[in-house]
């Protein structure tokens, strides 16, 4: 049988519409970036992805055309050799020392082998999760996630508000920066949403006050309601053995508290708390020393940063060898990067911690049928051919001009941190 190949490479960098959320680095802009791959093969079979939005990426992603045109979209070995060989390799202090990560390779696997896998799933008329070994769960939970935000919208609305807006959309844009309204936002994204279990997004405020809005939500939600923290390693050792202590009991885990596998460790041995991590061991380089040290017990995975889903299953498979568990991290997205995770949620093992995801922040979406649904917290896995969604092109034009506008080409929340306060740095250990 003669399978087609990849004849068309199509890279969209788009813009959506965020609004003004403080972490460990920053100030999110109004805009969130991320490119859109879409491969089309010489039959018409059109295959997408979602990946963060990065000059520098997109770049990349244009001289990976050359590699990819004329491929066999089954043959993602060869694809990621041809790959491999073309790129510098880059070693995991290319990560950054921003709460995200910043390789380029990664970036590039994952949108290719997403793509291809939507257009392998299309061929064989199964799901994507198939091609990962099959559905352990037909619904993926995720968790609310909490962050301490400035009050506006973003997006056009620069960071004003709409008067009109009600519900989550109202709630959304109004500030959070105290314990009294994180709690508010997290009844407003629960009750929208049906989230279980809930994080707090730190590393913003003094760690007194980020824990008191843990004690808060505790309170506001009792005790069958996991909760979790991740000062984005903005907490030296002393202070994530003070407040991990503090927090023994109420948290189920908690995340990044310091900087590096060493540290992690350190604290790790002090407190009975799990620890999580997506900053400390992010790549399969990084695995060895994690398990020698015991850095952490959790392995927040993206498949943006581990090289596409396959790599990810890889990942559970050494998570559950090393005795890690696995969850999964996440960034502002839309729905083709959530279908992906749904996918890729659903065919883990060990599935124990409801995942991460930005989306509720998002209001924008590409794909057909609009934004996707949450039911108890948690999204069906989609059970159409390939990853079940379909690109919706005018959305994806209009998202793409915004992308032209806004004038961002990449990610960087100090930046815009010093649009409000001119002073602000970034630290990359602060308490
Ligand atoms: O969106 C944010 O501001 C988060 O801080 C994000 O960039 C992190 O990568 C992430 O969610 C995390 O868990 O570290
Ligand atoms: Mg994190």
């Keep these: 049988m003669k399978f087609p190949k990849i004849k068309e490479f199509h890279i969209t960098p788009i813009a959506v519409v965020d609004p003004p959320l403080l972490n460990a680095a920053g100030l999110h802009a109004p805009y969130a970036l991320r490119t859109v791959v879409e491969l089309i093969t010489e039959d018409g079979i059109s295959g997408v992805s979602e990946i963060p939005g990065n000059i520098e990426i997109d770049k990349a992603l244009e001289k990976s055309r050359q590699f990819v045109i004329g491929q066999d979209p089954f043959q993602l070995n060869q694809i990621r050799d041809i790959l491999a060989a073309n790129f510098d390799s880059e070693d995991t202090i290319k990560r950054g020392d921003t709460p995200w ?16 896998l939507d257009i392998v799933g299309k061929i064989v008329n199964r799901p994507v999760v198939d091609l990962l070994g099959g559905k352990r769960r037909d619904r993926v939970p995720f968790s609310a996630y909490l962050f301490y935000k400035y009050e506006g919208a973003g997006g056009e609305l620069g960071f004003g508000t709409d008067p009109n807006a009600t519900g989550w959309d109202a709630a959304r ?30 590393g913003v405020f003094e760690p007194r006050q980020e824990v008191d809005a843990i004690f808060a939500l505790h309170e506001a939600f009792g005790k069958d309601t996991p909760l979790r923290i991740d000062p984005n390693a903005l907490w030296t050792v002393e202070t994530s053995i003070k407040y991990g202590k503090e927090m023994e ?19 790790r041995k002090a407190l009975k708390t799990p620890l999580a991590t997506n900053m400390c061991t992010t790549s399969f380089e990084d695995i060895p020393k994690s398990y020698s040290l015991g850095a952490e017990d959790i392995i927040l995975s993206d498949h943006h940063f581990w ?3 396959q790599d990810s299953m890889k990942l559970a498979a050494i998570c559950q060898t090393f005795g ?23 065919a883990i093992p060990n599935f124990k911690y409801a995942l991460d995801t930005h989306y509720p922040w998002q209001s924008d979406e590409i794909i057909v049928g609009g934004r996707m649904k949450f039911e108890d917290g948690a999204v069906t896995v989609p059970t159409g051919p390939g990853l079940g969604v379909e690109l919706d092109r005018v959305a994806l034009a209009k998202l793409h001009e915004n992308y032209k506008k806004c004038g961002l080409t990449k990610r960087n929340d100090e930046i815009e941190m010093q649009k409000v306060q001119p002073h602000w740095k970034f630290k990359a250990t602060r308490w």
């Design 173 to 202: 844009q109004a500030s959070a920066l105290n314990p009294t309204e994180i709690v508010a936002q997290a009844k407003a994204m629960c009750k929208e949403f049906g989230f279980q279990s809930i994080k707090l997004k730190g």
């Design 324 to 346: 890690r568990d696995l969850s999964m991290h996440s960034n502002s997205h839309l729905g083709i990067s959530l279908a992906a995770m749904v996918h890729l949620g659903a």
């Design 249 to 267: 009991g109420i948290i189920e885990y908690l995340e990044d508290p310091c900087r590096g596998q060493e540290n992690m460790a350190a604290v």
């Design 307 to 309: 090289g596409g889903l």
């Design 101 to 116: 990560d910043q390789r380029t390779l990664v970036h590039i696997f994952s949108s290719i082998e997403v793509a291809c």
